[in-house]
């Protein structure tokens, strides 16, 4: 049975050649990822909102980004307010009665 050594003496040993071929792959294969990695940090851009709580994360549809960000319908889509809060006590569990007075006061950005 041959070994995979012996097929090295038929086929021909790691040459110039491969060490070239390998150099450029590497080279080009590395600005190829730098260019994907970084189209995918500079195409997106996050909406920004008023921080209500300390470990907000909002979802398109929350309920709690609802009672909490006040937003007005242009052409029947949605745009949030992004420099005013719903003065609200977020810290109680239950969200649901948050939206009932839509009259609430607003303030400003103060916790980001």
Not at 9 to 30: E, N
Not at 43 to 58: D, G, I, L, P
Not at 81 to 102: M, W
Request: glycine share 8%; aromatic share 16%.
């Amino acid at each position: 049975m041959r070994q995979f050594d012996d097929i090295y003496d038929t086929v021909g040993r790691f040459g110039r050649f491969q060490m070239v071929l390998s150099f450029f792959i590497v080279v080009f294969c590395g600005i190829v990822v730098f260019q994907q990695l970084g189209n995918t940090f500079y195409s997106a851009s996050a909406e920004h909102y008023c921080k209500v709580y300390s470990n907000q994360t909002f979802m398109y549809t929350s309920p709690v980004k609802n009672c909490t960000i006040p937003y007005t319908t242009k052409g029947g889509d949605i745009v949030w307010n992004k420099c005013t809060r719903y003065d609200v006590n977020i810290s109680r569990k239950s969200f649901p009665d948050l939206c009932l007075p839509r009259n609430i006061e607003t303030l400003g950005c103060d916790q980001g």
